[in-house]
C-alpha cells in the first residue's frame, strides 16, 4: 500500500504565497493617489484595449496588477455586486467598503481552498467629498485587506515606488502635480543602474474618479489631454516620433515614381523593336 507524503499547512501556504508574489512582482506597476480634484489612478500598461484601471460603480474605481483574465473576473463581479446592490436599494447606498470587503472574502477562499491562488493584487477606490475622506482599499492575493492613507502602489518593486509616494503625497494637490508624483514614482524603478526613467504616453494609463463631476465620476485622460499632463521632455520625444513617422512617409512616395518610369521604358523597347522587324 502507498503512503502519501504529508506536507504541513504551514509550508502549503507558504508555497502559494511565495508563488503568487512572484508572478506578481512581474507585472508594471500601478499608482493610485488622492489630490485636491479626485483620485487619480496611473498604470503602466502597454496595451490600448486590455485595461488595467476600469470603473466599478458611479463613484468607485478599480485597479489591478497581475494576471489579468483573474482580475477581470473579479472587476466584472464586482460590477454585478453593485448594479445589483444599487437596484434593490439605491445608488447611493453602493459604498467601497462592502466591495472591499467582498474581494478579500473571494480572494482569501480561493487561497485556501484552491491548489492555485490568484495571482493578482487589486484596489478598489471611492471618491468622497474631501480628499481626506477618500476610500482607497489595497488587496493582496491571500484576502488580505489595507486602507491606504490617501496612496498606494501596486506591482514589481512596489515598495520602491511607495516611498516615494509616501515622501511626497499631500491632498491638496492639483491634478497635474498629482500625475508628476505619480509618473516619478513609477519611474523610479525599471531603470538602467537603479537611474530614474522616463515613461511616454504610449505606456501610460490614466484615469480619475473627478470629486466635483455629477453621476458617474470615472473618465478616462489619453490623447491629446494625456500629452498635455506629460513633462517637457516626454512630450518632446512623443513628438520627436511622431515626426519621424511623418518624415518616412514622403519619402517613400517619391521613390516609387523613377521605378515605375523605367518599367514603362523597358516595356516600350520591345514594343519599338518588334515594329522595326
Known amino acids: 500500500m502507498a503512503m502519501q507524503f504529508y506536507t504541513s499547512p504551514e509550508q502549503i501556504m507558504r508555497d502559494r504565497s511565495e508563488f503568487a508574489r512572484k508572478n506578481i512582482s512581474r507585472g508594471r506597476n500601478t499608482v493610485v ?14 496595451s490600448t484595449t486590455l485595461h488595467k484601471i476600469s470603473e466599478l460603480y458611479d463613484r468607485i474605481g478599480f485597479a489591478a496588477v497581475g ?32 466591495l472591499a470587503k467582498a474581494y478579500a472574502q473571494t480572494l482569501g477562499a480561493i487561497f485556501t481552498e484552491q491548489t492555485k491562488p ?17 476610500e482607497l482599499y489595497r488587496l493582496t492575493y491571500d484576502g ?8 498606494l502602489a501596486m506591482g514589481g518593486q512596489s515598495d ?13 494637490m492639483t491634478l497635474q502635480e498629482a500625475f508628476d508624483l505619480a509618473l516619478r514614482a513609477l519611474g523610479s524603478v525599471g531603470g538602467e543602474g537603479g537611474e530614474p526613467r522616463t515613461i511616454g504616453a504610449d505606456r501610460l494609463e490614466v ?50 515614381p523613377p521605378a515605375k518610369k523605367a518599367t514603362r521604358a523597358k516595356r516600350a523597347k520591345p514594343d519599338k523593336k518588334s515594329t522595326e522587324e
Open 160 to 172: 520602491r515606488v511607495d516611498v516615494v509616494l509616501k515622501d511626497n503625497h499631500r491632498f491638496d
Open 33 to 46: 493617489v488622492s489630490f485636491a480634484e479626485g483620485v487619480l489612478f496611473v498604470a503602466e500598461n502597454l
Open 67 to 98: 494576471r489579468y483574465n483573474e482580475f477581470e473576473n473579479l472587476r466584472s463581479a464586482g460590477v454585478r455586486m453593485a448594479d445589483l446592490r444599487g437596484y434593490a436599494y439605491d445608488r447611493r447606498d453602493v459604498k467601497p467598503r462592502p
Open 207 to 256: 484615469a480619475v474618479l473627478d470629486r466635483f463631476r455629477e453621476g458617474r465620476a470615472f473618465r478616462r485622460i489619453r490623447g491629446g489631454a494625456l500629452t498635455a499632463l506629460l513633462p517637457d521632455e516626454a512630450a518632446s520625444d512623443e513628438a520627436d516620433a511622431g515626426d519621424g513617422d511623418t518624415r518616412d512617409e514622403p519619402s517613400g512616395d517619391t521613390e516609387k
Open 144 to 151: 488580505s485587506i489595507n486602507d491606504m492613507p490617501g496612496y
Open 118 to 134: 490568484f495571482e493578482v493584487e487589486i484596489c478598489v477606490a471611492g471618491v468622497a467629498g474631501k480628499p481626506e475622506d477618500d
